[in-house]
Nanobody
């Protein structure tokens, strides 16, 4: 069984920074894409950033230049460094990963439980 466990959310003032982490554990054969989505109250879940196992990261226009996604493949962990936070960045942030549990199995998308980010003075 595969689990994604997020950490690092919290309350921050506008202009501040937070760093989210998400560690994948369990029966993992390989991980391709890892990334972050977010969902604000009353809104649909939206992509924040993704990063493939080997390649360039992809960001939503709203976070380009402020957020940085990175991953540690040895630790099956993805990070999201969030700088210059704005009130509109407040949301529940969800980690996701596309994982194969064995060579004979298809890739499957997994989600974390979500971590709350609040941006307020």
């Amino acid at each position: 069984q595969v689990q994604l466990v997020e950490s690092g959310g919290g309350l921050v003032q506008p202009g501040g920074s937070l760093r989210l982490s998400c560690a994948a554990s369990g029966s993992i054969f390989s991980i391709t894409t890892m990334g972050w989505y977010r969902q604000a109250p009353g809104k649909e879940r939206e992509l924040v950033a993704t990063i493939p196992s080997g390649g360039s990261a992809n960001y939503a226009d709203s976070v380009k230049g402020r957020f940085t996604i990175s991953r540690d493949n040895a630790k099956n962990t993805v990070y999201l460094q969030m700088d210059s936070l704005k009130p509109e960045d407040a949301a529940v942030y969800y980690c996701h990963a596309v994982i194969r549990v064995g060579l004979e199995y298809p890739s499957t998308r997994y989600w974390g439980q979500g971590t709350q980010v609040t941006v307020s003075s």
